[in-house]
């Protein structure tokens, strides 16, 4: 219902007349829409992202929001002794078949050995998120909001592990925030801020995925904007990326329901 009454600025509006007198005003254009399309209804003057692709469908996130450090992938950034740069080679889709096995760069390595490689949950979900077979997720814009202390050594993780063959997570990835410092705090609001700026996306489609081991981000992102997320706090595993799509996909059934019962 909040969503629905802050969202009446980019909608039209009629009057549903409840006796004896009072007239209250709701938004509607079309006849009960969902609460998440109302968000995309904006004016000329709005910046509002439009939905595309899979985010045609309520029922899924426009953008998907991942955290880095013991979420996608381990160890920590701050955990390193040395940005790493050395390639290491393995399989790209352990899920997959072994007929099916394709190899590319799976992790990085610093001068002292220690490696940076993405949990099997993780791999999976951007895999699932890119390969281009899977059209149900397709359009779903990929973002990053992290607090990590080495932000270098973030990007250049970003930039070197492939999820497909030559194709490195940067490469998917739309918006990224990473660090604390300038408008970044230790706090991912400020994150989320810059992502909702930047893409113009309604905060109510995003669904954000976060470790929550050094403070309960998920459930700050949630009180402050209402943004649906999943606590991974063994880093991402493959159950928890399909129960974050299946909680925002409840939320939105839910919204739905409401909106009809509000319109009849």
């Given amino acids: 219902v909040r969503r629905l009454l802050l969202a009446k600025r980019h909608c039209n509006s009629i009057a549903l007349v409840v006796p004896p007198t009072t007239s209250i005003i709701l938004p509607i254009d079309p006849p009960a829409p969902s609460v998440r399309a109302f968000s995309n209804m904006s004016s000329q003057n709005s910046n509002q992202t439009r939905r595309t692709g899979a985010a045609a469908n309520p029922l899924l996130p426009t953008m998907i929001v991942f955290d880095l450090d ?15 740069s050395i390639p290491v080679r393995g399989v790209l889709n352990p899920h997959m078949p072994s007929d099916q096995a394709v190899e590319g760069i799976v992790g990085l390595s610093n001068r002292n050995g220690e490696t940076v490689t993405l949990y099997d949950g993780a791999r999976r979900a951007l895999y699932e998120l890119t390969c281009q077979q899977q059209q149900q997720y397709a359009g779903i814009i990929i973002a990053v909001a992290s607090t990590s202390l080495e932000p270098s050594y973030s990007y250049a993780c970003l930039n070197g592990i492939e999820i497909l063959p030559g194709q490195t997570m940067r490469d998917l990835i739309q918006y990224d925030q990473i660090g604390r410092t300038g408008k970044l705090t230790s706090r991912k609001t400020t994150h989320f801020q810059e992502l909702h700026q930047e893409s113009g996306i309604a905060y109510d489609e ?59």
């Fill in 70 to 84: 013991d979420c996608l992938w381990s160890p920590e950034m701050h955990e390193l002794s040395s940005k790493p």
């Fill in 206 to 264: 995003m669904l954000f995925f976060d470790d929550c081991n050094w403070g309960d981000h998920v459930g700050d992102i949630a009180k402050e904007f209402g943004v649906t997320g999943q606590r991974t706090p063994h880093g991402l595993q493959w159950s928890e990326f399909q129960q974050g799509l299946e909680t925002y996909k409840q939320i939105a059934l839910d919204d739905m329901e409401m909106v009809q019962k509000m319109v009849r």
